[in-house]
């Protein structure tokens, strides 16, 4: 920088100028901010500027500035690359969107990560295996978004005909109040396919904990159809990525677009008896009509398969997509031993015109399908008096 001041002072006394006339001038460069340079190689990290009237140097400090992805506004190229290190800076503080107006519009871009994978378990029950699902989830509180990364479908066993060559296509739903709707690009069926998509929201973390993503695989021939379906809950979703092996089940068969019950039991011996607590509901469909809907739920116990007492809950309305009861139940196991007893939670919803079905049901004891059901039970007979409380996936 000197240097560069004493040419300047030279060339204006070389040139005969006024004291007033042009000078270089120092800048400051915060540290954090990163370095540019031109296609020639050449840094642009200095600027010339008139000096003051009382020649003193005047520093130019550049704002801190932070690199962030921007969702593209358009879909017509599936093959962009981003790099995180140099797309979009903007000023520290500015969003993707304004969730608060509800700003979701979702447009996809085919990125490829190097991140490591992790595998978990499906979330997923079916009856009937179609393939598995490969999604990566990850949240990043500073520019709090939500990256939802579709990799491939693997060992894919539709009911299609292959000679007929059909398209597939991925259509992912986040079951917010206002629901987030997004696709992948059509692709040719295969037993494996990869898409390598992914989707990026902007949307605050506690909103999104109590939503769900259900995920269906349409075929695309003489018509679209939806093939398969699978539905992973949020509640879960963490800053670090994690990935998650969904298995495909036909439509119908995945949770009621991801319904949740928390549900808390306590095995009291010196009663003989169980205490259940059904504590709230999530992803509860709402309607958009004027026909409010009303959610209860029923526990009933089962002893050798007979059914020995039920009890429900009261009938409320579902704000954004919840409830909470906090019911408590005591049933009376008398003669009947724990670990030969069943709890069967069934969810209802019913309309003002008094019209009830069952959305779904959740089942509790040592001999059920579901793995987290088994060591909730198994935990509160080994553990008197504890009360133990999970999540469960209305199916």
């Known amino acids: 920088m000197e240097c560069l001041k004493n040419c300047c002072k030279r060339l204006i006394k070389k040139r005969g100028a006024e004291p ?38 005047v520093p130019f400090i550049l704002p801190n500035t932070k690199a962030s992805y921007v969702q593209p506004r358009t879909s017509d190229s599936q093959d962009l690359r ?16 304004n969730s608060n107006k509800k700003n979701y519009d979702s447009l996809s871009s085919t990125i490829s990560t190097s991140s490591s994978f992790q595998s978990t378990e499906s979330s997923c029950e079916s009856g009937e295996d179609l393939g598995s699902l490969c999604v990566q989830l990850s949240y990043q509180e500073e520019q709090e978004q939500v990256w939802i990364t579709l990799v491939q479908c693997s060992q894919l066993n539709l009911p299609v005909n292959a000679s007929q060559k059909p398209k597939i296509q991925i259509k992912g739903v986040i079951t917010l109040k206002k ?30 904990r109590h939503s769900a993503l259900a995920l269906k695989l349409q075929t695309h021939g003489t018509r679209k159809r939806t093939a398969a379906e699978c539905v992973l809950s949020l509640r879960g979703i963490q800053t670090r990525e994690t990935e998650h092996w969904l298995r495909l089940g036909p439509p119908g068969t995945a949770a009621r677009r991801g319904c949740e019950l928390h549900l808390a039991t306590c095995f009291q011996p010196a009663y003989r008896r169980i205490q259940v607590r059904a504590l709230a509901a999530q992803n ?54 724990p670990s030969s007893c069943q709890l069967t939670i069934q969810l209802f919803v019913r309309n003002s015109l008094k019209k009830k079905r069952c959305v779904g049901q959740v089942q509790l004891g040592l001999t059920v399908p579901n793995l987290e059901a088994v060591e909730q039970w198994k935990d509160s007979i080994d553990h008197p008096e504890k009360v133990v409380a999970a999540w469960h996936a209305v199916t």
């Open 20 to 57: 007033d006339e042009t000078d270089g001038i120092a800048i400051q460069i915060n540290p954090g901010v990163r370095k540019s340079s031109t296609l020639d190689g050449s840094h642009t990290d200095y600027f010339l500027s008139k000096l003051p009237q009382d020649g003193k140097e």
């Open 82 to 97: 981003y790099q995180m290190s140099g797309v979009g800076e903007r000023p520290e503080g500015s969003k993707l969107h």
């Open 179 to 208: 629901a987030i709707n997004f696709k992948t690009s059509i692709k040719e069926y295969s037993q494996d396919v990869h898409f390598m998509e992914s989707f990026v929201f902007a949307l605050n973390l506690p909103t999104l």
């Open 284 to 337: 509860l469909q709402t309607s958009s009509l004027s026909l409010a809907q009303e959610y209860a739920v029923t526990v009933e116990l089962h002893g050798d398969g007979i059914p020995v007492k039920r009890e429900k809950t009261l009938a409320l309305k579902a704000v954004e997509g919840q409830c909470q009861w906090k019911a408590i139940f005591y049933l009376e196991l008398g003669a009947l031993q």
